[in-house]
């Protein structure tokens, strides 16, 4: 009887939701956000990235960001006989950079709450610079592509509010570069240098 009356007890009592019901499983995220890099100066690009929990700890995400700036200088000119001022020539310039990054986030306490929480992370960037310049520059006309692959490290914090994700992140990029080294009975070789340069990120994101 004891046992029977317990048993009724137990299955009127109202119980807590399921973990699902609480924080339903959202594997799909999209952000919006600002990554501050040193490519091209100090450099902010805007950007839009898409995530996938592979699982309550492990994500994956691909971005795609740019930046396109003008920039301005003023050049006195001496006079070459005189040595006095006689006008202030104008050269403009053009930067332009695309950004491609893909990472792999591991978050290590994510509690009840899948994608959220501290986060260690790392991936590979591709960086795509142009630079032009033009002729009344003190150098002359310039015009310069370069391509860079960084390898990029990051420890961050995520806040997750129902669907709304807050992301911030800091870390380090290692961008390998060809160095050109003068040796007398080794004409032409060069080597291979580790570029290491700081970088940070601030996101916000909704899950679906």
């Not at 109202?14 to 999209?30: G, M, T």
């Not at 396109?68 to 020539?89: A, C, D, I, K």
């Amino acid at each position: 009887m004891l046992v029977h009356l317990t048993a009724a007890v137990l299955l009127a009592s109202p119980s807590s939701p399921p973990d699902s019901l609480v924080h339903p499983a959202l594997h799909h995220a999209l952000y919006l956000g600002l990554h501050r890099a040193e490519y091209g100066g100090l450099t902010h690009y805007a950007g839009l990235t898409y995530e996938r929990l592979l699982t309550a700890r492990l994500g994956l995400r691909l971005g795609l960001g740019g930046i396109h700036r003008n920039t301005s200088r003023y050049t006195v000119v001496l006079n070459p006989v005189s040595g006095q001022y006689e006008s202030v020539r104008e050269s403009r310039g053009v930067y332009n950079s695309a950004l491609l990054t893909s990472q792999l986030r591991y978050f290590l306490w994510p509690l009840r709450r899948p994608g959220a929480g501290l986060f260690v992370g790392a991936g590979l960037q591709a960086v795509a610079e142009e630079f032009q310049q033009d002729s009344n520059s003190p150098g002359g006309y310039v015009s310069s592509i370069q391509v860079h692959v960084p390898l990029t490290t990051r420890i961050g914090y995520q806040l997750r509010k129902g669907r709304w994700l807050l992301s911030g992140s800091t870390g380090f990029d290692y961008t390998p570069r060809s160095t050109a080294v003068a040796v007398s009975n080794r004409p032409g070789k060069g080597g291979l240098d580790v570029h290491v340069t700081t970088a940070s990120d601030l996101e916000i994101g909704y899950a679906f």
